[in-house]
Nanobody
Framework: QPQLVESGGGLVQPGGSLTLSCAASGFTLAYYTIGWFRQAPGKEREGVSCISSGGISTNYADSVKGRFTISRNNAKNTVYLQINSLKPEDTAIYYC????????????????WGQGTQVTVSS
């Protein structure tokens, strides 16, 4: 079965950094746009960032622009999210998802979803 697995989450202090990874198995990630989403307790899931299959096009939510960087290594079948200057409001479960199309808003139809990795920002 096609599968996405997120890793790299953890507990960090405000201002700290994390790198999240999204590894694909059972399908070739190079054919897909990858989006990162997050969901905090009591809140709706929101789009964070997305990257086109070739890595040329990217987009970020206003709340993370300038702090988060999305990248991909298709040879490793993996997409990354570098998170800097973490804030308490970044605390959420972070999910990656794969889509056939690139959406400039990052919102659209995603075929595969991972189970998520927890990011907690606290002093």
């Amino acid at each position: 079965q096609p599968q996405l697995v997120e890793s790299g989450g953890g507990l960090v202090q405000p201002g700290g950094s994390l790198t999240l990874s999204c590894a694909a198995s059972g399908f070739t990630l190079a054919y897909y746009t990858i989006g990162w989403f997050r969901q905090a307790p009591g809140k709706e899931r929101e789009g964070v960032s997305c990257i086109s299959s070739g890595g040329i096009s990217t987009n970020y939510a206003d709340s993370v622009k300038g702090r988060f960087t999305i990248s991909r290594n298709n040879a490793k079948n993996t997409v990354y999210l570098q998170i800097n200057s973490l804030k308490p409001e970044d605390t959420a479960i972070y999910y990656c998802a794969a889509a056939r199309l690139f959406y400039t808003s990052c919102s659209g139809k995603y075929d595969y979803w991972g189970q998520g990795t927890q990011v907690t920002v606290s002093s």
